[in-house]
């Protein structure tokens, strides 16, 4: 049986989108299109609203996902817009197509942009790979250089800044976890990502060396120990950058989440365990999951080695 595509074209948006802040101060035009099929639609022939969905509530939500946030990439954009139009509505799959009209580039006549082809399955199992929202917020301000991604799990941040110009090393103890990274970054081409296993906790007395002024960045999501901070500032070269995030006591409290509270930070105490760099943003709040579970109750620091 034949199935129908729905196509809404060239949905005009007005946005603040782009890796320079000239660029997000103003906003730029977008078009999006898309492209997609409802789970009842077998039938070209249905008069039935409950076969298809209403066009305009998507078009209505694709404008209030973009035009009063500020985006720093435009891949980020169109993530965002998968993840809303497969949330609220019965998409089996969906084509998006998102490009700048006038993007800032000399001798270019036309557009750019990202286009995406995702299955309901394809997008639920890609969830957990999307970069933390603040990761990808602060990576303007981040030095181009080495990366060591302490903790890096799957690797959705080392994936993120291997793609993004960076070299990156990724620490963490699960060798599981590391293969499939070592897999991704292999599929993808990205020979500037190494791995490593290392347990940062085998020794409390004597926390592992990660290196003499070594890295540019060093980048820390959703893991906390604390005896490992003065190795963590030490692996920092001179002007190097500090992002981290995780949660906050008041996390715990209300939600339960970590089971143990000494997993979390307490009240600026994130402030007193990067003392001695300078503070280039720091705050404490509820703020859209960098894991994948809703909002988290959380405190994010960028903060930089002074130069010698």
């Known amino acids: 049986m034949n199935k129908s595509t729905i196509v809404i074209k060239a949905i005009r948006l007005s946005v603040n989108c782009g890796v320079t802040e000239a660029e997000r101060v103003r ?66 799959y969906l084509e998006l197509w998102v490009r700048k009209t006038q993007p800032p580039l000399e001798g270019l006549q036309g557009s750019v942009g990202i286009r995406v082809v995702r299955t309901r399955s394809q997008q639920s199992s890609g969830e957990a790979s999307l970069p933390a929202e603040f990761l990808v917020a602060q990576l303007p301000r981040l030095p181009v250089g080495k990366v060591l991604d302490v903790a890096a799990g799957r690797g959705r941040h080392s994936l993120f800044l291997a793609s993004n110009r960076f070299t990156v090393h990724a620490v963490d103890r699960d060798s599981d976890a590391l293969s499939f990274l070592t897999t991704q970054a292999r599929q993808k081409g990205l020979a500037s990502l190494t791995t490593q296993i290392l347990d940062m906790e085998s020794d409390p007395s004597h926390p592992p060396d990660l290196g003499l002024e070594s890295y540019e960045v060093v980048l820390v999501f959703f893991y906390l120990y604390r005896p490992l901070f003065p190795q963590l500032l030490q692996a920092l070269k001179p002007g190097g950058v500090l992002l981290y995030e995780t949660f906050l ?52 620091i960028v903060a930089q080695k002074p130069e010698e």
Do not use: M
């Not at 930070?265 to 760099?277: A, I, K, M, S, T």
């Open 27 to 92: 906003k730029q035009p977008l078009l999006v299109d898309i492209r997609f099929r409802c789970p009842n639609q077998t039938s070209f022939y249905s008069d039935k609203l409950s076969d298809t969905v209403d066009y305009g509530a998507i078009i209505r939500r694709v404008r209030e996902t973009t035009e009063h946030k500020t985006f720093v990439l435009l891949e980020r954009l169109t993530e965002q817009l998968c993840h809303i139009l497969f949330q609220e509505f019965p998409l089996t």
């Open 249 to 300: 006591i008041d996390n715990h409290l209300l939600h339960q989440h970590p089971r143990r509270k000494e997993f979390c930070l307490g009240r600026n105490e994130l402030l007193d365990l990067v003392r001695g760099l300078r503070v280039l943003h720091y705050e404490e709040g509820l703020h859209d999951a960098s894991e994948g579970h809703g909002g988290a109750i959380t405190a994010r």
